[in-house]
């Protein structure tokens, strides 16, 4: 089948890759020039595990190609997907559609044929309904159907994600429309992922929905947290005594500096946005909200109690800068808050992260960067892991000793075993375990 994926970033490229691999012909549009050039030289301008790899071979092929000419892959294609960002509008917090808008504006005047437009991005409920009016108001003659297939995938394992998806939902009535989805997504389909089809409405809000619920196990744990190291227990094992639990499920129980990353903070505050036009205001979702966001300058708080409440004169290291490991994404990573408000205390910061520190320059300044962990541990009176990179999980605790001012790791992960640090004579805090 014949694809154009407007819109070449995280979700555009991963997905237009996956798709070529499946044997489709896809053709990525992105109006970033500078993008396409690279993509074209096979220079892939994100770091996500195993995309270089799958780009070029499907490249090779003849399966994959890349253009700033959104008209002519349009024209061409029977499935377009509409992959743009979704960001924060300045000021209100609703989700900027903007792009998602224009995209459609441009994709009505190239249709040709019978097309089916895939809103991919993640756009509130109703989004659906104007990209309809306005293809329908630019191009009356047109044959085509607009559906809603949110997508899931997260960075740092995108591709395994899009190939094993817990499910796809797919939000149209149109028969015909059905029927390309389905053949579009037929290998996953062959491998029993769960095709979930619905209206177009239920296939926005159910995004939404997922994300802020996510959102909310990883705030409860977080705050669960804050209990337990008050009143000497360890988050680590109450996690692990509600987690086995089929109806709570283990995963995202993680305690940790509070969530970050491309999706939750703008799709958490855009749903309250939604919810509040709709007069059904989601009152679990504002306390999510406002609790993470309170939670990542108390970081730095820790920081600032471990070292006695006095961090001027002080440096401190940070390890890890990514929202998450395996990513070069920055966008609204708990780090920048954290360095932000630690240079506010008087402290001079030392960064390291193994992908993310060319995109951590236009997010923090001020901050030395440096080549690996023990460059950064020079002179530092704390280490604080801030993201989990597999690199970080076995230091040498006597480089490290050798090189800091001071032997003290803050662990924000958890991802340290309190004794194995101690013993290794380090001063050791990390979240949720109180001391014992
Ligand atoms: N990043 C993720 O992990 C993830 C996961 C699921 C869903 N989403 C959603 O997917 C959408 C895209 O996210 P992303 O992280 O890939 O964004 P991104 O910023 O990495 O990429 C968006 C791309 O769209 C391009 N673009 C904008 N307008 C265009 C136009 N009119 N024509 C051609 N190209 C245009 C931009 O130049 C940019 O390269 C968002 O709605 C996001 O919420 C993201």
Request: aromatic share 8%.
């Amino acid at each position: 089948m014949r694809v154009a994926m407007i819109g070449t970033g995280y979700v555009g490229l991963v997905s237009g890759a996956c798709f070529a691999d499946f044997g489709h012909e896809v053709t990525c549009v992105d109006k970033d020039t500078g993008k396409i050039a690279a993509l074209g030289r096979g220079e892939v301008p994100i770091y996500e595990p195993g995309l270089t790899a799958m780009v070029a071979a499907n490249a090779r092929a003849g399966r994959l190609k890349f253009t700033g000419d959104l008209a002519g892959a349009v024209k061409n294609a029977e499935a377009v997907f509409i992959a743009v960002g979704t960001p924060s509008r300045r000021g209100d917090g609703h989700a900027d559609l903007s792009f998602v808008y224009d995209a459609a504006r441009e994709i009505a005047a190239a249709l040709d044929g019978f097309t089916v437009v895939i809103t991919k991005s993640t756009v509130p409920v109703g989004t659906g309904d104007e990209v309809e009016r306005i293809v329908r108001e630019a191009r009356p003659d047109a044959d085509v159907a607009v559906v809603s297939n949110p997508e899931f995938l997260r960075e740092g394992a995108a591709i395994r994600d899009f190939k094993h998806p817990d499910r796809i939902v797919i939000g149209t009535v149109d028969e015909r429309a059905r029927e390309l989805m389905r053949e579009l997504y037929r290998p996953l389909y062959l491998n029993r992922a769960p095709i979930l089809f619905t209206e177009r409405r239920t296939a926005e809000l159910t995004k939404y929905a997922a994300n802020a619920f996510l959102a909310t196990k990883i705030t409860f744990i977080n705050e669960i947290a804050d209990l337990a190291e008050k009143v000497g227990a360890d988050v680590q094992e109450i996690a692990r005594g509600i987690g086995l639990d089929n109806r709570i499920g283990e995963k995202f129980l993680h305690a940790g500096p509070g969530y970050g990353g491309s999706c939750f903070p703008k799709d958490t505050v855009a749903l309250l946005k939604t919810g509040q036009d709709y007069d059904a205001p989601l009152r679990v979702v504002e306390a999510v909200v406002a609790v993470n966001d309170a939670r990542k300058r108390a970081m730095a708080r820790k920081v600032s109690a471990a070292l006695g409440g006095e961090l001027r004169g002080k440096t401190v290291a940070v390890l890890g800068l990514t929202f998450k490991p395996n990513t070069d994404d920055m966008r609204e990573a708990p780090s920048i808050p954290l360095i932000t408000a630690l240079q506010d205390m008087g402290a001079a910061v030392r960064a390291y992260d193994p992908e993310g520190m060319q995109q951590a320059k236009a997010h923090v300044s001020n901050v030395t960067f440096c080549d690996d962990a023990y460059a950064c541990a020079q002179g530092a009176s704390a280490l604080v892991i801030v993201t989990e990179w597999e690199q970080f999980r076995a230091l040498d605790f006597e480089r490290l000793k050798a090189a800091m001012a001071r032997p003290l790791l803050v662990d924000l992960r958890n991802i340290y075993a309190p004794e194995e640090v101690r013993r290794a004579g380090f001063a050791y805090e990390s979240v949720g375990r109180g001391k014992k």
